[in-house]
């Protein structure tokens, strides 16, 4: 694995500091203009993240940014000196979709935060091309998808900063999910809730790395380590699923990981802690191949999770945390299908008809007339949308059996007589909506019509079983 630190462009960190009384919300959309930002006037997203001062707001409108040539390198710069923008918010509308930032095909591209205090939010970016990295944020990262394409590829790239409730998915070979360092000793780093993923060959699902870097005067970078905490995360990688890296034996990655989903960890140079809850069986996804890592039912890492401090209120897709016994494990909280609608009525009319000579067991056109109409309309009512199965049974004398009317049979004939509905074979479903429904029954059951005689309509949903009495005639 070669280590490196991304180069920056999208760099909102290093603007002249203004009073914090002064921050601004500014606004970007695809088709932005001018240099005014505001709601009304949105500009383009390079300018909107430019000139940043402490405290502001940056809103990203839905829809594509492809930015092929967006920035230059900006150098690394003095740590220690006070002159920039810090607390900088970059986000996009949560009330519709996350916006998409596709970036150049160079290593040199990359959105990127690093002032203290900053934060992302609820957009996707995607990178390609060698070396590329879509994110790097020493800041907090959360509900934020990172896609990363090419060899030694980068998904996201955060120093002393967290990543929370947010996809990391990294396809090259050599590539890395999330890469958490430091240049200098004692900073540390978090992924929570997440799911990182690394699928190329030789790829890292997560690192956590301290190379150190020594100052002019120095011949030695400073002892120290790097400290990732992963909890509640989906972990996976070709190569390993966490690398706790370090350049030299008092220069480490330290790992320590609970109530999270991996199999392999590397120690290296750097150290391993366990802190419990752990789970190497693998987890299912509703489609990975096709990028949807939802997590299916079935899924090992569904309430296996641990509901921490800071954890949020929602998942990445926006469903609320914690849906059953406990917080689920990786980006996306497992959402229970809905409750089927309980049947609430059920009436047949009229209720004599003839019985269609062919067809299935509904019929849309209106019959000839008649003695009697053919085929009548069904009208049920659901308290919410859901399938309703209907069968058709026949009055018959059956005999008491406790408080339920059972089949007559040689060991209960001297029972009290009593009114019972023999099912016939077939049925049939439908899927109806809240509220009133309608269909046309044909009177035709398993491509047969039924013969004169008094039948019932049996309906079913919900748990819920009603009936409804008609006629055949001739």
């Known amino acids: 694995m070669r280590f490196r630190l991304p180069l920056l462009t999208i760099f909102v960190a290093l603007a002249v500091l203004a009073p914090a009384a002064n921050a601004r919300v500014r606004h970007a959309s695809p088709t932005g203009i001018g240099t005014t930002c505001t709601q009304v006037a949105p500009c383009d997203l390079q300018t909107a993240m430019s000139e940043t001062w402490t405290g502001d707001e940056v809103i990203i409108a839905p829809g594509d940014y492809a930015l092929e040539e967006f920035g230059a390198y900006v150098p690394w710069v003095n740590a220690e000196l006070t002159e920039f923008s810090h607390d900088i918010y970059v986000h996009g509308e949560f009330d519709a979709p996350p916006p998409t930032i596709h970036l150049a095909a160079d290593e040199y591209s990359t959105l990127s935060m690093a002032g203290e205090g900053d934060r992302l939010s609820w957009v996707d970016v995607t990178s390609s091309g060698a070396e590329a990295t879509a994110i790097f944020c020493e800041c907090a990262v959360d509900r934020v998808r990172a896609l990363a394409t090419g060899a030694d590829s980068i998904a996201i790239s955060s120093g002393p900063g967290s990543i929370t409730n947010s996809l990391a998915l990294a396809t090259g070979k050599n590539g890395t999910g999330a ?208 399938p309703v199965k209907f069968s058709v049974a026949r009055p018959t004398i059956g005999r008491k059996a406790g408080k339920k009317c059972v089949k007559k049979s040689h060991g209960n004939a001297g029972k009290p007589k009593c009114k019972r509905l023999a099912p016939l074979k077939g049925g049939f479903t439908i899927d109806g909506s809240p509220g009133a429904n309608s269909f046309k029954f044909a009177g035709r059951i398993r491509n047969r019509s039924l013969k004169p005689g008094k039948y019932a309509l049996v309906g079913s949903a919900g748990g819920v079983t009603k009936s409804a009495k008609f006629k055949i005639v001739r």
Do not use: C, H, W
């Open 179 to 386: 890469f958490m360092s430091s240049s200098a000793p004692g900073y540390t780093g978090s992924v929570l809730s997440s799911t990182v993923i690394a699928t190329g060959p030789e790829s890292e699902g997560v690192i956590s790395a301290y190379f150190g870097s020594g100052g002019p005067e120095e011949e030695t970078p400073p002892p120290g380590t790097f400290t990732t905490t992963v909890v509640d995360s989906i972990v996976d990688g070709t190569e390993s699923d966490l690398n706790a890296a370090g350049g030299a034996s008092d220069r480490r990655g330290v790992f320590v990981a609970s109530n999270s989903n991996f199999q392999v960890v590397d120690v290296d140079l750097g150290t391993y802690t366990d802190g419990g809850g752990n789970q190497t069986a693998a987890p299912l996804f509703v489609d990975a191949a096709a990028g949807n890592f939802a997590e299916a039912a079935g899924s090992p890492t569904i309430d296996a999770g641990t509901a921490y401090a800071g954890i949020g209120p929602v998942d990445l897709a926006g469903n609320p945390r914690s849906q059953g016994g406990a917080t689920d494990i990786g980006a996306f909280e497992a959402v229970p299908p809905p409750a089927p609608g309980v049947l609430k009525s059920l009436k047949v009319a009229p209720a004599a008809f003839k019985a269609a000579n062919i067809g299935g067991a509904i019929i849309s056109a209106k019959g000839k007339k008649a003695k009697a109409p053919i085929g009548a309309k069904v009208s049920f009512s659901l308290d919410a949308a859901g």
